[in-house]
């Protein structure tokens, strides 16, 4: 499967599944824009059928190389990024997992089970990406035990394998080519930018600013019944030329730590 292909697949999923993103895209569109993707990521649990080298293979395959990893200790997070070999507009990828070992009782069991249920079909093939929740219905109590402790691991209890988020590349946007500009333009159309922590993390010192929407909420069916929590989401990024002048290319962690907080659950 060549990378064009793979993007395409998780383009389609991710728009379809979560449509707030393919409305942020359009409404780019509709300004002349064109929009690039700089990153996409991934998340799951560390475990040796899911783990962060499970789900590289299938980009490694494709011409991708891995270029660095990071460590997100509060959120007990650790996470790999990869590039394509040739081909320099091919997006990013960023992978992370969550340390399982360092959790409960509960979380791990949780974890185990939810992996074992996982067809061997799937797991041992290049559609596990693509898969989302391969573990059947989920029960909402369990996703609101589980994100007691860390809303990573309800967020994926639920949605499952999927890409978590794509990101434009401000770089290459001509109207909007700030990350100010692009925030202004999102909140004027009613959307919610994630602002835990300010609604725009790093800075042009750092080479790196990032900002993002919060998920949209999108329905699923738990065992007790339909709920809405949050699915995928939109993120923005402007990257800043290094001393040779190439455009940094990695990520800052503790920016990425608060990036990864716009799937937390919020009340509409």
């Known amino acids: ?8 697949r998780l383009w389609d999923i991710y728009t379809t599944q979560n449509p707030s993103t393919k409305k942020v895209y359009n409404l780019f569109v509709a300004e002349g824009e064109t929009v690039i993707n700089d990153h996409i990521a991934f998340r799951t649990f560390r475990h040796p059928l899911i783990g962060i080298d499970r789900l590289s293979k299938v ?32 997006p990013r990828v960023f992978i992370s997992e969550l340390k399982v070992e360092e959790f409960s009782p509960f979380l791990q069991e949780t974890v185990k089970k ?28 369990v996703y609101e035990k589980l994100r007691q402790e860390s809303e990573y691991a309800g967020w994926l209890y639920v ?8 990101t434009v590349s401000v770089n290459r946007l001509k109207k909007y080519d700030t990350i100010y500009k692009v925030n ?16 725009v993390q790093g800075t042009p010192e750092e080479l790196l600013e990032q900002s993002s929407i919060k998920a949209g909420m999108v329905k699923f069916r738990f065992l007790e019944g339909d709920s809405e929590i949050p699915g995928c989401y939109y993120e923005f990024a402007k990257r800043y030329p290094e001393s040779d002048g190439k455009l940094y290319s990695g ?10 907080e716009s799937t937390n659950f919020y009340k509409k």
């Open 1 to 8: 499967m060549n990378h064009q292909d793979i993007f395409k």
């Open 59 to 90: 980009f490694l395959a494709s011409g991708y190389e891995f270029k660095g990893d990071y460590h997100f200790e509060s959120k007990k997070l650790y996470a790999k990024h990869f590039e394509h070999s040739t081909d320099p507009d091919a």
């Open 114 to 141: 939810w992996v074992n249920t996982i067809p061997a079909d799937t797991l041992n093939s290049d559609d596990l990406i693509f898969s989302g929740n391969q573990s059947g219905a989920p029960s909402f109590g």
């Open 159 to 166: 949605n499952g394998f999927c890409a978590n988020h794509f």
């Open 184 to 199: 202004e333009f999102l909140k004027n159309h009613g959307f919610l930018i994630n602002d835990g922590a300010g609604e």
């Open 251 to 260: 990520f800052i962690a503790k920016s990425a730590d608060k990036i990864f």
